[in-house]
T-cell receptor
Framework: GAVVSQHPSWVICKSGTSVKIECRSLDFQATTMFWYRQFPKQSLMLMATSNEGSKATYEQGVEKDKFLINHASLTLSTLTVTSAHPEDSSFYIC???????????FGPGTRLTVT | GESVGLHLPTLSVQEGDNSIINCAYSNSASDYFIWYKQESGKGPQFIIDIRSNMDKRQGQRVTVLLNKTVKHLSLQIAATQPGDSAVYFCAPTGTASKLTFGTGTRLQVTL
């Protein structure tokens, strides 16, 4: 149980284009989903928290107009990187949790490369 | 804000030996703690958790110890195997539900 998937697992896009990453909880209802980014040999950095049906809460320094997050259902959240630039290249990871539980389960990550 | 640190950034252990990975945290309001394992190019994998009203919890080959007095956690892995090689993170959390990840400890298992 507690499986979280991400799609795509990797993507290469050209500078200036937008990329959408999906995060799905496969066997539980995720009332809250989190988006992280991770640079090589570094820890995970929380970007935003999204609750189903509500606007996402972004961490300080994360541009909400650049990283659009939608959590329209209890099993799906999407992160759209708009007008991507090479500095947006990173490993993006989502996690999900059920209501009233602490445990967060992570997806396998999406490697984004912007050329 | 919360600071989470690990005492040993890299730990080398011989196959079959026991591993101990340590973690210090600063926020005394943290009431739930999770250990994650992250292999290269993959997302973190849940290993074991412990609530603040406990001081020890055992899983399969893993044991987590919590000392709230000194704000310290440890993850013990028994009979370490090559497949245990990864980066390990402790992640305290509380009512805000956010996890705080430290820098991680790389566990290298030598044959």
């Amino acid at each position: 149980g507690a499986v979280v998937s991400q799609h795509p697992s990797w993507v290469i896009c050209k500078s200036g284009t937008s990329v959408k990453i999906e995060c799905r909880s496969l066997d539980f209802q995720a009332t809250t989903m989190f988006w992280y980014r991770q640079f090589p040999k570094q820890s995970l950095m929380l970007m935003a928290t999204s609750n189903e049906g509500s606007k996402a809460t972004y961490e300080q320094g994360v541009e909400k107009d650049k990283f659009l997050i939608n959590h329209a259902s209890l099993t799906l959240s999407t992160l759209t990187v708009t007008s991507a630039h090479p500095e947006d290249s990173s490993f993006y990871i989502c996690s999900a949790k059920e209501i009233a539980r602490y445990e967060q389960y992570f997806g396998p990550g999406t490697r984004l490369t912007v050329t | 804000g919360e600071s989470v640190g690990l005492h040993l950034p890299t730990l080398s252990v011989q196959e079959g030996d026991n591993s101990i990975i340590n973690c210090a945290y600063s926020n005394s309001a943290s009431d739930y703690f999770i250990w994650y394992k992250q292999e290269s190019g993959k997302g973190p994998q849940f290993i074991i958790d412990i609530r603040s009203n406990m001081d020890k919890r055992q899983g399969q080959r893993v044991t987590v110890l919590l000392n709230k007095t000194v704000k310290h956690l440890s993850l013990q892995i028994a009979a370490t195997q090559p497949g245990d090689s990864a980066v390990y993170f402790c992640a305290p959390t509380g009512t805000a539900s956010k996890l705080t990840f430290g820098t991680g400890t790389r566990l290298q298992v030598t044959l």
